[in-house]
């Protein structure tokens, strides 16, 4: 908290999306940001179209359900258990009975910022402009014209812009074009979420689309995208709540963590974390990394398939989960690191372990622990890459809100499923 100060942006990691543990420390750390430092809202790897249902219940809006895990437990896209979970539930829940004694302008919001949910957000779009501006129909009719051969599967859609290269993009700027009039409009008349969020779901349609037509590509492409697409929504919130906002954002290591401390820039990545950083550096930005040498952890074998809980076997050596466990075996530690000039490629060999470069274990949502050692490791300088780090020695596997099932056929970039 100390390290954190008056810092406007903090954002909280986790190894896997599967880990209860990594859940838990950062719901204890958000309560306190709101609670001690009037944090305005939490910002999670989540659709936004969901995410949006979430934040009606726990501001209390009218007509939404007085429980959030009501609406967790109803997320349906794989991997649904990343937030339809106990322990998000449990944090919902809180911010609720937080935001009841609040005046609804005070309240704290919880927004998903993703790519993911093209159809979704398409459908939000049509709704919202049906109740509000019958008169601008035409332009979503156009898009899910456009969209309606793809029966909502993304692979289909991405093989056919391989044909077409525009595939319907022109159709989706048209619609976006309009619906940022519109936005621009409320907010300098009354602020509304409503019409924000009608934009911030045809934002959701062009990075959609775009991720969508080169996710066959093997390059970073197509990462990129998605993670500039999450910068930008962040801003977009701060935007909107204003000058003293402040945000917290949960997204896994592989999002939060400063890409340029790692092999992904190497290779042309680019993340978050290094976005936040190199736009807000001026207003605070803290991230902070998570890690654990062993336990459990819920994932799936492929992208889509049933997820069930797995081992997690010891790290490997000389990784940074290993040499922690080594020096603190059982123990949970907090390490904050002093302020650095980040460098790149980042600087090493100053005698400190944690300006070394060594590997850092990131399990996604699709996990074999039989390649652990193999696949799962980046090569990460973490003074650079982080501002603390959280080490949790061993660490359980969360529990889902609803029976697994196979979902959504989205693929995934490398570290899978993160």
Known sequence: MERIGDARYVLLGEASHGTADYYRVRDLLTRRLIEEKGFSFVAVEGDWPDCQAVHCAVVAAPGAPEDPGEVLAGFRRWPAWMWG????????????????????????????LDVYSLWESLDAVLAHLREHDPDEVDHALEACRCFEPYARDPQSYALATSYVSEGCAPQVVSLLTELRRRAAQAAAMDGSLAEFAARQNAEVLAGAEAYYRVMLDSGPESW?????????????????????????????????????????????????????????LGRGVVLVGFGSHSGTVIAADAWGDTPRIMGVPAARRGSVEDLLHRALPGERALFVFPHVQFQHPPSSGRGEWFHEEHGHRAIGVVYRPQYDRVGNYVPTVLAQRYDAFCYLDRTHALTPLHPWSKGSLEEQTWPAGV
Do not use: C, S
């Open 224 to 280: 990129n995208i998605r993670d500039r697409h999450m910068a930008d929504t962040l801003d977009r919130l701060m935007e909107h709540y204003g000058p003293e906002a402040k945000a917290v954002v949960w997204e896994h290591n592989t999002h939060i963590g400063d890409a340029r401390a790692t092999d992904m820039a190497d290779v042309g990545e680019i993340n978050v974390g290094q976005l936040v950083r190199e736009r807000h």
């Open 85 to 112: 979970n106990t322990d998000v539930a449990a944090f919902t829940r809180w911010l609720r009975r937080h935001n009841e004694a609040l005046p609804p302008e005070r309240r704290v919001g919880f927004f998903g």
